[in-house]
């Protein structure tokens, strides 16, 4: 029997004024996966992220955290609950170092803490930063400020990570060790969802895929299923006329 979902998504809808970002998506996540959030420009991803996290309140709709509904909760609650996000452009404290950015996630976070310095340890060695944790942030490249993000996100001791595109605009060293840091969450008891267009990375990095397309979920599935899935090829290459 599997593990009662660490995340449920129940019929979600988010319409802006005429448009239906989201239209009646249904999910679950399981507890230690990484799953992939993909589909095209517009699809609705980031809109979901927004949903699950509180930045929007959905028009319709139910999101599940351990069992519990967060639907309509501020975004500081669901962050406490042990929901947090890594956002592909980092906005650290540029005059603070490594450590103390990771640090305010860590004081910031789950409620109730009191390990804050094996926290941030913690943190820095997962996202493995751990080498430049006395430098400023100001002198980080792009693929180490993205590690910065997912260090001071999971500081916060969440359960659930949302990643916006971890693997966006790395080279392909910088994307191999960004994988590496994914399946480290994962293996530290960290369940992961991305947002991320990186295919080769999707494909290797996920346990499941979920696709969307104007809103809509079109497909649900290992790698190896979705990447088969006539609607989810046409809906990326075009159907031919
Ligand atoms: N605050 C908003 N107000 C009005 N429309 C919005 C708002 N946010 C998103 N949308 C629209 O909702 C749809 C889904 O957008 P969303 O950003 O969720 O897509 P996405 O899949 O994340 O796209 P991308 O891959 O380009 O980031 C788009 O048509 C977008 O223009």
Not at 65 to 88: D, M, S, V, W, Y
Not at 190 to 215: F, I, K, N, Q, Y
Not at 220 to 226: F, H, I, L, N, S
């Amino acid at each position: 029997m599997s593990a009662a979902p660490i995340l449920g998504v129940e019929a979600l809808s988010k319409r802006f004024r005429g448009l239906l970002a989201i239209s009646d998506v249904s999910f679950t996540v399981e507890p230690g996966s990484i799953t992939s959030v993909i589909g095209p420009n517009g699809a609705g991803k980031s809109t979901l992220f927004n949903l699950v996290t509180g930045y929007l309140a959905p028009t319709a709709g139910t999101v599940l955290f351990k069992g519990h509904p967060i639907t309509g909760l501020a975004t500081n609650r669901i962050a406490e609950l042990g929901i947090a996000r890594a956002f592909q452009i980092a906005r650290p404290f540029r005059d603070l170092s490594v450590a103390e950015n990771v640090r305010i996630g860590a004081l910031f976070g789950k409620a109730g803490r009191r390990d804050v310095v094996a926290t941030t340890r913690g943190a820095l060695e997962l996202a493995g930063i751990a080498h430049l944790a006395e430098e400023p942030a100001s002198v980080l490249t792009v693929g180490q400020l993205r590690h910065l993000e997912v260090a001071r996100a999971i500081a916060t001791r969440a359960d659930l990570l949302l990643a916006d595109e971890p693997c966006a605009g790395l080279n392909p060293t910088e994307t191999a060790a960004m994988i590496d840091v994914l399946r480290r969450i994962r293996s530290s008891g960290v369940t992961v969802v991305l947002v991320e267009h990186d295919m080769p990375s999707v494909m290797e990095v996920s346990d499941r895929v979920l696709v969307l397309e104007s809103g809509r979920l079109i497909a649900d599935g290992t790698p190896g299923e979705v990447s088969k899935n006539p609607q989810v090829i046409a809906a990326y290459l075009g159907t031919p006329d």
